[in-house]
């Protein structure tokens, strides 16, 4: 079993929906979590970090289950802009190290 | 404005010819790590320094070595290139010593083998 999993996608969305994704992680000893958009042959760049309470950043929602272990990201009122692939990570440890998922890929169409 | 730059942005080499790949930071974080990221996959954790301590991943080839001469650089040396390290690579960083150690991540050296 992969230590984060994502479903991979395909999401095809219209403009104006709202879409929600989940990560899982195997290790409950998993420290800290975050969200990241990478776009097509870019750089993943940080979306958010998920908190325990849950958090919020305009349209994007960052949740996080402890008992079930994962994360979650809704997207509210797509946007054409939102279409990426959308990492999670997860810190295990005391280590800096990040373990990634394999992403989700989303396509918002008009 | 603070960053993570890494050169080239493309390289392209020939099957076992050594190249090395850079990073530098402006952000003056003390960790700095070297990912792999092949097509549709996550990225792949190389090894990374805790300032000056270098941290191999167990998994990660002998074919690959890093140099970290000091806070601002790190450098990636593929000693003998195959078909299967080509691959996008990633220079990040993080500071220590904060609840969250957020990643951030330079543009990445698309890594051409012919």
């Known amino acids: 079993r992969k230590e984060v999993e994502q479903d991979p996608g395909p999401f095809n969305v219209p403009e104006g929906a709202t879409v929600a994704f989940n990560c899982t992680y195997s290790n409950s000893a998993s420290q800290s979590f975050f969200w990241y958009r990478q776009d097509c042959r870019k750089e993943p760049k940080l979306l958010m970090s998920?908190?325990?309470s849950g958090n919020e950043d305009g349209r994007f929602t960052a949740q996080l289950n402890r008992a079930s272990q994962y994360i979650s990201l809704l997207i509210r009122d797509s946007k054409l802009s939102d279409s990426a692939t959308y990492l999670c990570?997860?810190?295990?440890?005391?280590?800096?190290?990040?373990?990634f998922g394999s992403g989700t890929r989303l396509l918002v169409r008009p | 404005d603070a960053m993570v730059i890494q050169n080239p942005r493309y390289q392209v080499t020939q099957f076992g010819k050594p190249v090395t790949l850079s990073c530098s930071q402006t952000?003056?974080?003390?960790?700095m790590y070297w990912y792999q990221q092949k097509s549709s996959q996550a990225p792949k954790l190389l090894f990374h320094?805790?300032?000056?301590?270098?941290?191999n991943e167990a998994d990660t080839p002998d074919n690959f070595q890093s140099r970290r001469p000091n806070t601002s650089f790190c450098f990636l040396d593929i000693r003998s290139p195959g078909l299967g390290d080509a691959a996008m690579y990633l220079c990040?960083?993080?500071?220590?010593?904060?609840?969250?150690?957020?990643?951030?991540f330079g543009p990445g050296t698309r890594l051409t083998v012919l």
């Open positions: 320094y805790y300032d000056k301590d270098f941290n």
């Open positions: 990570a997860v810190r295990v440890d005391s280590s800096y190290k990040l373990i």
């Open positions: 998920v908190y325990s």
């Open positions: 990040a960083t993080s500071i220590s010593g904060v609840s969250y150690n957020e990643q951030f």
């Open positions: 952000l003056n974080h003390n960790v």
